[in-house]
């Protein structure tokens, strides 16, 4: 019963390297730019443009951050927070030169947005009347 089986030979493993293939260099692509977002133009009886607000500045403290450093006065607290870092001094764009603006910042609510032409620059406006009404009417486009 113990019958003896042939012996199988083992065959040595065929050669797995990799073909060769001669083709043309790649030509690097660049990738296609991204669609520029449109926008639709308003008409229609009254238009404004939209833009980005900031938050307020009320007597110099930001409406969101609030007050940031107790040894700072007042009028400086918005140049701590991050909405106003590294602008400088906000100045109401409509108010006469003969102003002291540290005077307006502290006693007045500052209004900022973006510029809608150049959305790299900001308008800043204060709460009183005249300043607000110019505002108003420099950024109207149709009635």
């Known amino acids: 019963m113990n019958k003896k089986l042939p012996a199988t030979e083992r065959l040595p493993a065929p050669d797995t390297e990799p073909a060769v293939v001669m083709s043309a260099p790649a030509i690097p692509v660049a990738p296609a730019p991204q669609p520029r977002l449109k926008t639709i133009e308003r008409q229609g009886v009254r238009s404004e443009p939209y833009t980005r607000r900031y938050p307020q500045v009320r007597g110099g403290i930001c409406e969101y951050c609030g007050v940031l450093d107790i040894h700072v006065p007042a009028e400086q607290q918005y140049k701590l927070c991050g909405h106003f870092r590294g602008l400088g001094e906000l100045r109401c764009s409509y108010c006469d030169e003969a102003k002291d603006p540290t005077?307006?910042?502290?006693?007045?609510?500052?209004?900022?947005?973006?510029?809608?032409?150049?959305?790299?620059?900001?308008?800043?406006?204060?709460?009183?009347?005249?300043?607000?009404?110019?505002?108003?009417?420099?950024?109207?486009?149709?009635?």
């Open 103 to 143: 005077d307006v910042i502290g006693h007045a609510i500052l209004n900022i947005a973006e510029h809608p032409d150049n959305p790299d620059s900001l308008v800043v406006w204060c709460n009183s009347y005249d300043c607000s009404r110019r505002h108003e009417t420099r950024f109207k486009r149709s009635r």
